[in-house]
């Protein structure tokens, strides 16, 4: 029997819903608290600048790693039928199985992404002193910055480097296993990679280090 779209639609909104429950109601307790202590901007600020490092985090992962994975893909097609047998246990068509690949692209490129937004949209209030430091009216005698860059500033700049430096990471082991199990497991059983994977590898290798 087949499921209706209306009822399909009703679960996910009550999934939703139960996982984010908690954070909604802390956010009207918070709205409410800053309100009656007359300091609603600096909560609306705060929840703002969440929302911006969220937003320009997530859709820049989600990005890179989506293309990086899009292009591993178009390098060579996956041997669906060798796949297929692998999967004895499965019974899905190749195309359901090409149709569970992309959705696959999807998820990887997604899961990571929620991650490293969730990380960066707690670094708010680094990122307003980033924007707006504080003077202390010394300057570094070596390169001529002033005090509060250290401070206030370079940690975040590093924080990102480091946010970066991850992605990359990850999507190189996203693009090598994806490659390996294409070009390897599914392919002629040698350890050798199509010639465009490796260029993808070495070009994602370079920008790390």
Request: charged share 10%; aromatic share 18%.
């Amino acid at each position: 029997m087949q499921v209706p779209n209306w009822l399909r639609f009703s679960f996910i909104a009550v999934f939703i819903f139960w996982i984010f429950s908690d954070k909604m109601v802390e956010f009207l307790v918070d709205w409410n608290w800053f309100e009656s202590i007359g300091y609603l901007e600096l909560f609306s600020t705060r929840i703002v600048t969440q929302i911006f490092l969220w937003v320009i985090t997530f859709f820049g992962v989600l990005a890179f790693i989506f293309f990086n994975i899009k292009y591993a893909s178009s390098v060579a097609k996956i041997n669906v039928f060798r796949l297929q047998e692998q999967l004895a246990d499965v019974t899905l068509s190749p195309d359901q199985l090409g149709l569970v690949l992309k959705i696959a692209h999807w998820v990887v490129a997604i899961l990571p992404a929620l991650l490293f937004a969730s990380v960066a949209s707690q670094q708010w209030l680094y990122c307003l002193a980033f924007l707006d430091p504080a003077p202390f009216g010394k300057v570094d005698p070596i390169f001529g910055l002033e005090i509060s860059f250290y401070v206030f500033q370079l940690p975040v700049i590093r924080f990102f480097l480091g946010i970066v430096e991850a992605v990359g990471v990850m999507t190189l082991l996203i693009v090598g296993l994806q490659s390996f199990v294409r070009d390897v497991m599914l392919g002629t059983g040698q350890l050798t990679i199509h010639s465009k994977a490796r260029l993808q590898i070495c070009l994602l290798l370079t920008v790390l280090f």
